[in-house]
């Protein structure tokens, strides 16, 4: 990996303490190796490396509720998404550096990038688990550079899901929409708008999310839990 020089990790540690008061957290990064596909810049050359942003656990609920509660006609259709623009886009802009968002299209591949910062691995849903925070947690943003960063993750452990015993989730998904090794999402948002699910995953999260013995302490709000399933089942 090619050694960053200490203005780099100033600039780490300057992003780090702009994004921290709204919850959010430096996730990772990833740097490229020439040659490799690698997002583009907004000058139009490929980065050399991305920053992953992202919650863990309920983080950001505070100051995205503060927000709404102040804007809320603001957001559209996704008023989280325009949130984290609305935080990480000044973040990006004083860093000299380009934002990249998980919603935004040509998607941006998060989670591969989340794998190798962060080593992490697939759960059965289709969310990268964490041996910490389980699968309470997410990407907000990523920015790009010109130049390689510091390494900012020192996750090492082992993927939880190869010692999990029974796998539970799987089995607590009431329309088995894990069964086949693949999120069935259709199945799923059928349920959601079915009576049963709207009185129950809709309301409460995902059965299946909540079965993981992994990382409870870190258990989405209930707000931010019924936020998300909402977005799911449209
Ligand atoms: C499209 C999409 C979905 C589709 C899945 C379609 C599909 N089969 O891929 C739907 C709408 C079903 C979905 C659902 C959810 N999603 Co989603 N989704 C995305 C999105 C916007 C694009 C995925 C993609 O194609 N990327 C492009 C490719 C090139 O990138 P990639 O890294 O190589 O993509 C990987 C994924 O596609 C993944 N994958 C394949 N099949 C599935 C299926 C599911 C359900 C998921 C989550 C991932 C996944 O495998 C690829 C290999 O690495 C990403 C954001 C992003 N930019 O990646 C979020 C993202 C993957 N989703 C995320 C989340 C949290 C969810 C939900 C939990 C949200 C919710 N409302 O509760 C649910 C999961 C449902 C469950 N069982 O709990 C998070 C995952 C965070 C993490 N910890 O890993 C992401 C990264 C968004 C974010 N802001 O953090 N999602
Ligand atoms: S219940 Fe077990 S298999 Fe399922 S996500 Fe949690 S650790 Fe992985
Ligand atoms: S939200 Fe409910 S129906 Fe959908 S995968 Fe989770 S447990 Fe299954």
């Known amino acids: 990996m090619t050694a960053a020089p200490a203005c780099v990790d100033n600039l780490v540690e300057t992003i780090r303490a702009a994004l921290e008061p709204h919850g959010l957290f430096l996730r990772g990064s ?50 989280l998404d325009e949130w984290s623009k609305q935080v990480i886009l000044p973040v990006a802009e004083a860093a000299g550096a380009t934002a990249y968002f998980p919603s935004d299209p040509p998607w941006q ?18 969310i990268l688990i964490h041996p910490r925070y389980g699968l309470w947690h997410g ?3 990523a920015l790009g550079f010109d130049r390689a960063l510091p390494q900012t993750s020192s996750v090492t452990a082992d993927h939880p899901c190869g010692d999990c015993i029974g796998k539970p989730c799987i089995s607590a998904c009431p329309v088995d929409a894990l069964g086949t090794g693949l999120f069935d999402v259709g199945r799923c948002r059928t349920h959601l708008k079915a009576e049963a699910g709207a009185a129950g995953c809709l309301l409460d999260g995902c059965l299946s999310r909540d079965a993981c013995p992994i990382g409870r302490d870190f258990r989405y709000p209930r707000e931010q839990l019924r936020f998300h399933m909402v977005a799911l089942g449209l």
């Open 139 to 141: 990407y907000r943003g």
């Open 109 to 126: 591949p998060f989670q591969q990038w989340a794998m190798r910062a962060e080593g992490l691995k697939a759960s059965p849903l289709g």
């Open 30 to 79: 990833v740097n490229f190796t020439p040659g490799e596909t690698a997002p583009l810049l907004d000058g139009g050359e490929p980065a050399a490396s991305v920053v992953l942003i992202g919650n863990i656990g309920g983080s950001i609920w505070r100051s995205f509720s503060r927000w709404r509660a102040v804007e809320p006609d603001c957001g559209g259709a996704d008023p």
